[in-house]
Structure formats: C-alpha cells, structure tokens
C-alpha cells in the first residue's frame, strides 16, 4: 500500500455528489469529499467527516458532479492529431503507405510533434484523461509539451526499421532514447517504455536488443501486436512462426509486456499471455474503422489478463475521447462474446483507469482514489437531462455519460482543468496553429494529386 500523504501544504476537500474510487470500493460514495494535500490523494471520507478533520480546508463545490481517478490511455501517437480526418474510410495498407507515411515524411519534425502533442492534451484533459502512454517520433518533444502543460506521460522510445526525420536507423532510435532516459528519468509525472513499433517492423535482431534493454533498465516494451489477419500469415511466411511465437522466442513474453490491438489470438495464445502476466490494450474504435478484427475481451478478461484501453492515434479514430471509447468496448465486447454480460460497465471503467494504471507499470501511483496516490482527477456534471434519472452511477458514467461533461481534472494535485477552462494551455493559440498545419497539409495533397 502507498503511505499516506504528508507535509504541510494546505487541504483542498474536493466535495462530490458520488465519488468513485474504483479501489479498494467497487461501487460510488455518495456525498463524499476527496483530500488533496500537495500533489497527493491524503483522505477519502464523507463530507461532513471531511469538513470537521480539516476545518480550515480550502473547498471545491462538486456537489452536481461525479469524481472520478483521471483516465488512463493506454496507447496513442498522440502528435497524429495533426492528422486527424486526412484520410479516412478506407483499408490499412492505402491508408498507411498512400496516405499517412508520405505526410509524415513531409512534415513531422520537432514542432509538428509539439504542435500535435498540444492539441492533443487539449483534447486529452478536456476529456478526462490525465495520464497517456505515446508512441511517436521526437519523444523528447511529446515530453516537453506534457512537462509544461501538467500531463502526466509515459513516452514510448520507439524503434522501428524505417529511416525518419527523427532516426536514420535502429541504432540512432536506441541511442536517440537511451538519452532522453537520462536526462528525463526521476522526473515528477515522466516514465518511459522501450516502443517497438511492431514485429513486422522490426527484426529478430533488433527483438534481442529490446529484450536486453528491457531487462537492464527495467523498461516496460508497448508494441503493436497482432493487429490484423495479415501481420500473422506475413510472420508465419517468414518467420516460419506467428509474431506472439517470435516475441516469446526472444524473451519478450513477459510481465514487461504492453500488446497492443491483439485481435488474431487462439486459446492457446490466451493462456500463454495470461501465463506470462503480459497486459493487452484494447483499441476498439480503431481496430473497427480500419477493420482489423475483434480482440475477445472477456476472454482474456476471463482468463486473468489484464486488458486497458487506448484511443490509438487520432487518424483512426478520430478523437482521443476514452469515455467513448470505454462505450465501444462494452458494447463491442458484448457483441463478440455474444453474451450481454460481457464487460459489464463497471469493468469498463477499470479498463480505463485500474488497468490501464498496470498496463504502464503505474499501479502504485494512479489509476484508483486511494490515499496516498497521485492526485490524478477527472469530476463530470451529472446535470445534463442525459444524465437523469440516476439510478445506478457507473452505469451511467459508462452507457449515458459523454465527455463533454468533464469540466474539472486534477494531475498530481493541478487543476489544469477549472469549470470548463484549461489552465495551462492557450486552447485558441492550439486551434490556430492546428489551422495553420492543415493548410500546409491540403497545398501538400493538392500538389500530390497533380
Ligand atoms: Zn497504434
């Protein structure tokens, strides 16, 4: 267990209509207040409790509101908001190699990385989440956008075999982020992932190489993993094995273990992840519109895996919004197992908070309103005609509730988002610049077209 909160900085008792902790309650605290004391959770309690501990505590009105652990999502490129609607409704393979590859040969460089991290923060925090784990080029870049908003990040190190204006190879990308490792590790709100892209975008080489890495730094390794029925028969027709036997082979089959999409999995791969204490994020709404298959959720669910959930990027998405996309997943779920039952709303909302929490390796730290945890909050108006009658409050937050609603989010005890107002980012100036990469991008389109 954390220990609890000390210090001396002032309380704040943030008092809410429900607070829902998610652990060690699985259920909503009516009239409940949540004690910040510097960047910590330091009490959980009823109001009226709360109010007499700490009677010169300084106080957050949230008496329409549920309280909430911020989200957690766990896999994105969050710069690719840049690109957001540029290409849509059509296969992975054009998408990627037409498409999304020749723009971001053009134009991905250290401010497009900065600009497109900005705008999604924006987006992030005005939706609740408070803690992301990227993948993207110019790491360092994404870092420093989330050092001065607030937001708490776990940049991936990504390697891949594909020459970018960020790497010209595997050992300049290795390089590349064994020195922001350095100059970043420690760092309040900053962790890091070793990022293979893929195991058909790296070599069995390159594997081994991660697998060492991973060990001696003790570095979690997020990867797309069996994202569509081609990466597996493309592995088995070179590798002679399927790309969750390659991983294995290396040694990276393991608790380090971040897969992501897992949409192509027989029994026996399930128990073998499950055996292995690997964490799978789910991605419905990408893996739905690039349909890419369906990863069965509540078997892995039912098998002991521990499954969070990401947006992905925003070019298939297309927004980084998790609420809707803890939606998608219970009602996708429940569609794939054919059961009703099926990821049930309140395992939903673990998906984007507890597990997602574990997904980083973070599960000391955030994911749950726990004494002692990381002052990570999101609060939603439950005011809204949708939102009404109340009859259960989780269920509502998973099946009614929409973003939109989130007016109030706390990283490490800032409010970086008050009554409905980002505090640390200038939103017109990240809608401006957004403005300014588009029209680059459609001269760009129109040039390519003649
Ligand atoms: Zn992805």
New binding site residues.
């Given amino acids: 267990m954390p220990k609890p909160a000390a210090g001396t900085d002032r309380i704040t008792l943030l008092d809410a209509a429900h607070v829902v902790p998610v652990r060690p309650v699985r259920g909503s605290l009516p009239n409940h207040s949540v004690a910040i004391q510097g960047d910590r959770i330091a009490g959980l309690m009823p109001t009226r409790e709360a109010s007499q501990r700490w009677p010169d505590a300084r106080h957050v009105d949230l008496t329409h509101h549920a309280l909430l652990p911020g989200f957690i999502n766990a896999?994105?490129?969050s710069p690719m908001t840049l690109l957001r609607g540029y290409a849509d409704d059509m296969a992975l393979d054009t998408w990627l190699r037409e498409h999304i590859w020749p723009v971001e040969a053009r134009f991905v460089d250290s401010g497009f990385v900065e600009d497109g991290t900005r705008l999604a923060v924006a987006e992030m925090l005005r939706s609740g989440t408070t803690c992301f784990n990227d993948?993207y080029f110019f790491p360092g870049s994404t870092v420093e956008v989330c050092r001065e908003a607030g937001m708490r990040i776990n940049a991936g190190l990504t390697i891949i075999e594909m020459k970018s204006s960020w790497a010209a190879d595997v050992e300049a990308y290795i390089e590349k982020g064994l020195r922001l490792l350095e100059q970043w590790q420690g760092q309040p709100g900053v962790n890091f992932a070793l990022a293979p892209h893929s195991p058909y975008t790296v070599s069995d080489g390159t594997l081994e190489r991660i697998e060492q890495l991973s060990a001696r730094h003790g570095l979690r390794v997020h990867m797309?993993l069996l994202e569509t029925e081609w990466e597996l028969k493309q592995s088995l027709q070179q590798h002679e094995q399927t790309p969750l036997e390659r991983l294995k082979r290396h040694g990276l089959l393991n608790q380090r273990l971040t897969a992501?999409?897992m949409t192509q999995l027989t029994a026996d791969d399930i128990e073998d992840v499950a055996e292995a204490g690997a964490s799978v994020v789910h991605?419905p709404q990408?893996n739905l519109k690039l349909a890419s298959g369906f990863c069965p959720v509540a078997e892995l669910s039912d098998a002991g895996v521990n499954v969070a959930l990401?947006t992905?990027?925003a070019a298939?998405n297309n927004d980084l919004d998790m609420l809707g996309e803890a939606q998608t997943a219970a009602l996708l779920a429940k569609g794939v197992a054919v059961d009703a039952k099926a990821v049930n709303a309140f395992q939903a909302l673990e998906m984007m908070t507890v597990n997602g929490a574990q997904a980083l390796g973070l599960e000391e730290i955030i994911g749950s309103i726990e004494v002692g945890k990381q002052a990570d909050l999101c609060a939603l108006d439950l005011d809204a005609p949708r939102m009404h009658p109340l009859h259960h409050v989780i269920s509502q937050l998973v099946y009614a509730a929409a973003s939109a609603q989130v007016t109030d989010v706390w990283v490490a005890g800032r409010r970086l988002l008050k009554s409905g107002a980002l505090t640390t980012i200038d939103e017109a100036a990240v809608i401006h610049s957004a403005a300014h990469w588009r029209d680059r991008m459609a001269r760009f389109g129109a040039a390519a077209d003649h």
Avoid: E, K, R, Y
Wanted: proline share 0%; glycine share 16%.
């Fill in positions: 896999h994105t490129h993948m797309h992501v999409h991605c990408s990401g992905d990027g298939a």
